[in-house]
């Protein structure tokens, strides 16, 4: 069973710090890591996409990959109010067809 | 402008009926999804195809049919045998098998359509 497993939270921080997102994902043979932010009543849209292991910087977003571990994260600095959303964790094997977390709702107080 | 739109916004099923929810893409892109998302939940696949004549099932196919007859348009019919179809309802699309590597994966997701039963 292919699974992919978010913290559902709701995280809360403080605006300037920095929220860190985790995903765990089941299948070793899974190869693309993306995430996508979903504002409340939108549709989610690209945040940033990895494939090997490390860390991969755009701007203020970081993502982490640790194919070992089998886990994914996603690090926010200075985290605005604006950054308040659910964070989707997808994952693919191969097939282009991602199999998606349930989300992890991030919460950016001022 | 390149995008995917979808319509209705909102669409109302009354008990026993089918109806058609649109999608339709400008992107040039081969391949195209429906997702359902309930509250507080991810997204769950629903059909997908991945060239023009040819679909396949998602997780959770039961109730629902597709078509693929043009590469720009997916239509999703929810029929009555979906016992339970409140949700909002997402299509997505990516460049698919032609685009080897993280281009070919990306997804591109339309606005969505919220389905409540009257």
């Known amino acids: 069973q292919k699974e992919v497993e978010q913290n559902s939270g709701p995280l809360s921080v403080p605006e300037g710090a920095i929220a860190s997102l985790n995903c765990t994902y089941s299948d070793r043979g899974s190869q693309s890591f993306f995430w996508y932010r979903q504002y409340s009543g939108k549709s989610p849209e690209l945040i940033m996409f990895i494939y090997s292991n490390g860390d991969k910087e755009d701007g203020r977003f970081t993502a982490q990959l640790n194919k070992a571990s089998q886990y994914v994260s996603l690090l926010i600095r200075d985290s605005q109010p604006s950054d308040s959303a659910t964070y989707l964790c997808a994952v693919i094997r191969g097939s282009y067809i991602p199999t998606f977390g349930r989300g992890t709702s991030l919460i950016v107080h001022p | 402008d390149g995008g995917i739109t979808q319509s209705p916004k909102y669409l109302f099923r009354k008990e026993g009926q089918n109806v058609t929810l649109s999608c339709e893409q400008n992107?040039?892109?081969?391949?195209m999804y429906w997702y359902r998302q309930d509250p507080g939940q991810g997204l769950r696949l629903i059909y997908y195809s991945q060239i023009v004549n040819d679909f396949q099932k998602g997780d959770i196919a039961e109730g629902y049919s597709v078509s693929r007859e043009k590469k720009e348009s997916f239509p999703l019919t929810v029929t009555s045998a979906q016992k339970n179809p409140t949700a909002f309802y997402l299509c997505a699309s990516s460049i698919g098998l032609e685009g080897k590597g993280l281009k070919g994966e990306t997804q591109y997701f339309g606005p969505g359509t919220r389905l409540l039963v009257l």
């Open positions: 992107l040039n892109h081969d391949a």
